[in-house]
């Protein structure tokens, strides 16, 4: 199984820009997608983008859409969130995840990381 670790979160002001990046370790030999979710206080998780394994396919969150870009780097075995024109409510903990690839429509992962926190301020 996929191990992931997330870091780059921050305090940020409105309108600026971050980058979170998703290490993965264990078996990264197999083909996985990494999925990106966040977490406000007092709210569920809910899904923000998720990358294939071959980086050719793309999901976003309509909240999220031509604000955030997904990517990955397989010879790094790390993925990454770039988050620009960053809004209040954008604030919340960003979570990485891994999974076995299938359709990206599909939010249910078996890895997750710890999670890391970006804050927006006004």
């Known amino acids: 199984q996929v191990q992931v670790a997330e870091s780059g979160g921050g305090l940020v002001q409105a309108g600026g820009s971050l980058r979170l990046s998703c290490a993965a370790s264990?078996?990264?030999?197999?083909?996985?997608?990494i999925g990106w979710f966040r977490q406000a206080p007092g709210k569920g998780r809910e899904f923000v983008a998720a990358?294939?394994?071959?980086?050719?396919?793309?999901h976003y969150a309509d909240s999220v859409k031509g604000r955030f870009s997904i990517a990955r780097d397989n010879a790094k075995n790390t993925g990454y969130l770039q988050m620009n024109n960053l809004k209040t409510e954008d604030t919340a903990v960003y979570y990485c995840?891994?999974?076995?690839?299938?359709?990206?429509?599909?939010?249910?992962?078996?890895?997750w990381g710890q999670g890391t926190q970006v804050t927006v301020s006004s």
């Open positions: 995840a891994a999974r076995a690839p299938r359709s990206l429509l599909l939010p249910m992962y078996d890895s």
């Open positions: 264990g078996r990264t030999s197999s083909m996985f997608d």
């Open positions: 990358i294939s394994w071959s980086g050719g396919t793309t």
